[in-house]
Every structure is written in C-alpha cells, then in structure tokens.
C-alpha cells in the first residue's frame, strides 16, 4: 500500500479504548448534568413551591465553590492521581443526588437539603473539572489534543441541547424528583468507564511545599504570560457579558415578545446548535486559517453578531435571535476547544491544576456580578436596554485578545512565553 492509500482511522481517538472510555463517561455526565440544571430547580418549585429567591439560591450554590476551593483545589488536584480525584467526585455526585429522591420517599426533603446537595456537587464539579483538564494531555498525545477536545465538547454540546427536554419529558411522565436519578445515573456510568481506562497515570515527583506557595505558583504562571493571561481577561469579561444576557433570556422572550413557554424552551435549546457546529468546525478552521486566527475569528471576529438578538421581535424578527445566538456560541465553543487543546500541551503537567483553576476562578467569578449587572440594567431602564448593554459588551470583549501577541500570531506557540519573549515558535 502506497503513502497516498493511508487514511486516517474512520473513528479517530474513539478507536482507542482508553479515551473511548473517557468519551462515554463525560457524554454521560454532561448529559445528567444538563437534565439537573432544569430538574432540580423544578423539585424546589413542584415539590416544596420555593420562592424566586431560593431557586436563585441554588443557581449560586453551584457556583459558590469556584470561588470558595477553586485556587486550593487546583494545588491539590496537582498532588494527587488526577484519575482517582475523578472517580472520587463522580461518587460524590452520585450520592448528592440520590440522597433527594430517598429523602423526598421519607417525607423530609427540605429546601435547605437541595442547597446542600447543589454545593455538594459543585463541590465535587471543581475537582473534577480541574482533575480532567490534567489527566486529559497524559492520556492523549499531544497532537490529538485537539480531535480529543473536539470529541468532549461536541458531544457536551449535543447534551446541552438535549438533556432540558429530557428533564421536561423525565418530569412529565415520572416527576422531577424522578429526573434527578438520572442524573445520578450519570455519574456511576462515568465512574465505571473511569475505572475501566487502563492507562496509569505518572505524577511527576516533587518537594511537598505549602499550599500557599503552590497556589502562587499558579497565579505566577498565569499573570505571567500574556497568552494565558489574555484569555483570563477576555474569560471574565465574556462571562460576565453572556451571564447577563442569558439571566434576562426567558423575561426577554415571553415578557417582551410575548412567546409562550414551550416556544421558548425550544429557541433557547436551538442554540446548542451552534456548538454542535462550532465544535466539528473547530480542527478544518484550525487547519486552514491556522490555529491562533481561528481563536481570534471565534471570540473577536463572531462576537459583534450577538448584537442580532437585542433586535429580535415576534414572527420573523424571531429568525435574528436564533442567527445571532448559533453565531456567537458557534465561535465560543470553536476558540474553546482549539485554546483548551494549546492550554493542555502549553502548561507543564506539573502545574495545570494549578492554572486551570486559577482561570476559572476568575472567569466563573464574573457570573454572579454579570446577573446582578443585568437586573440592575433591566430594573432602571428596559430588558432590551439592559441586553443591548450586555451584548455590547461581549463584543467588546474581544478587543482584549488584540491587546495580547495572539494577533501577530497564526498558530498558537509550543512553548512558555514571557513579555519579553513574544516571538513564539508556531506549530508546524
């Protein structure tokens, strides 16, 4: 057989076994994940008729632990064996959320309870996030980091847009207590692929040191390089923007346009297509325009079209609400998965616990203030003020990248750099 016979695998990483495992776990997870967004808030309101605050309790609890752990977590989870953090928090999960239906069977669930267990699972939501961030890069070569990551998110997206319907059917046919068990599910089907990936995972020895000390090391990486840096800022920009937005969503399209809530589930599910796309798009756009410029046209380039849902309206106004939505998650979830892959073989193994959570940190940071900026906005002037504000601002947000070397740049470099060393080698 001829050099021009060989094709690439039809299947690619799937093929192998270890990460094909990983695949099918995360797919489950995600999609249990995206049913429990939806159904435990319907517990607090059909079950226990929880007021508007305590559902926008739960909402924060599972947040709350980002900015409570994050940067500690990130140190830990570089000490540990990245697997058994994993599998550690999938149980943990699983727990969390079985506790609800057996306490609901007893009669005792309580509105409290459900904050627990929101915080319990973002809690281990943390660490888990984290730890597969790190484990990912030792599992995968690193020129398959990018197909990896497009694999994880497209089908993260594919639950993103299915699992609220699930949890509306689930809590239909059986109730919303009912909706949670699959959720529960969810996390043991992760477990039990996580345990039947084969690859063993080296820690790179090293001086047990302070956790203070681990965690500036952290910070120190990240403030220190202006690509990693940049991306910090334009996260926590973006997502206080897109908080915004997304919080006066359903006021927005039934107070404002008058759209019934059925119509309106179905619009807001319809953007998850737009990360399906961006997902598959994300390797040909990498390829063809380079890897760096395809970040850029995501997050910059794509951004300002958001603007379209602040001027959508009944009928056929409607069709520049869903344009607008597809376009800007479409490029947010294509300069994801391409930076996701150039994080995971940048940062040394040693530190990527560290740096992930110290990002995020800062990006899931912003989403409370972006809600309550939001609210503000709508409570002195309008909705449609306070959406053109917030969809202003994300494209904005862009600009920052053009302040970092990423726009002189058409890959994203191989290795560290410094600001004074902002003449990165580019990927081949």
């Known amino acids: 057989m001829t050099t021009t016979d060989v094709r690439p695998p039809r299947f690619g990483l799937l093929r192998e076994h270890d990460f094909r495992m990983l695949w099918i776990g995360e797919s489950a997870s995600s999609l249990g994940s995206s049913v429990t967004s939806v159904a435990l808030p319907l517990v607090a309101v059909t079950l226990l008729d929880a007021s ?23 140190a830990w989870v570089d000490r540990l064996p990245r697997r058994r953090v994993m599998l550690t928090a999938d149980w943990v999960s699983m727990a969390a959320f079985l506790s609800v239906p057996a306490a609901a069977l007893l009669g005792v669930l309580t509105v409290a309870q459900l904050v ?12 888990f996030a984290t730890a597969y961030r790190a484990y990912l890069p030792s599992l995968v070569r690193g020129p398959d980091l990018l197909e990896a990551n497009v694999k994880l998110q497209g089908s993260e997206q594919v639950a993103n847009l299915a699992g609220p319907g699930i949890a509306g059917l689930l809590a239909q046919l059986f109730s919303a207590v009912g909706a949670l068990l699959v959720d529960a599910a969810s996390f043991a089907v992760s477990a039990l692929c996580l345990m039947r990936v084969k690859h063993t995972e080296t820690i790179e020895p090293r001086p047990r040191r302070r956790l203070r000390a681990e965690i500036r090391d952290g910070l120190r990486t990240v403030t220190g390089d202006p690509l990693l840096r940049g991306n910090m800022l334009y996260g926590c920009s973006a997502n206080l923007a897109l908080t ?14 008058g759209l019934a809530p059925g119509t309106t589930g179905l619009l807001i599910a319809a953007t998850s297509v737009g990360g399906v796309i961006g997902a598959f798009a994300a390797r040909p756009l990498a390829a063809r325009l380079g ?20 001027c959508a309206d009944q009928g056929l106004g409607l069709a ?23 994080v995971q ?24 203030l972006g809600a309550l900026l939001a609210g503000a906005l709508a409570t002195a002037f309008t909705v449609r003020t306070a959406l053109w504000v917030m969809l202003g601002l994300f494209a904005l947000s862009g600009l920052i990248l053009l302040a970092t070397p990423i726009r002189r740049l058409r890959d994203l470099p191989t290795h560290r750099m410094t600001d004074r060393s902002l003449a990165p080698a580019t990927v081949p």
């Open 52 to 74: 508007a605050f305590a559902v926008s309790v739960l909402a924060a609890a599972a947040w709350l632990p980002w900015l409570l752990i994050g940067l500690p977590a990130g």
């Open 116 to 127: 627990v267990v929101a915080l319990a699972a973002g809690t281990a939501k943390v660490f």
């Open 244 to 257: 915004g937005y997304q919080s006066l969503l359903v006021l927005f399209l039934v107070g404002d346009l």
């Open 291 to 310: 890897t760096a410029r395809a970040v850029l046209l995501g997050r910059t380039c794509l951004a300002p079209a958001g603007l379209l849902i602040a």
């Open 320 to 342: 520049l609400y869903v344009t607008g939505s597809i376009v800007i998650v479409g490029g947010v979830v294509v300069a994801n998965v391409i930076f996701s892959g150039f």
């Open 345 to 368: 073989s940048y940062v040394p193994s040693a530190l990527m616990g560290r740096v992930t959570t110290c990002v995020q940190v800062v990006n899931f940071g912003a989403i409370p």
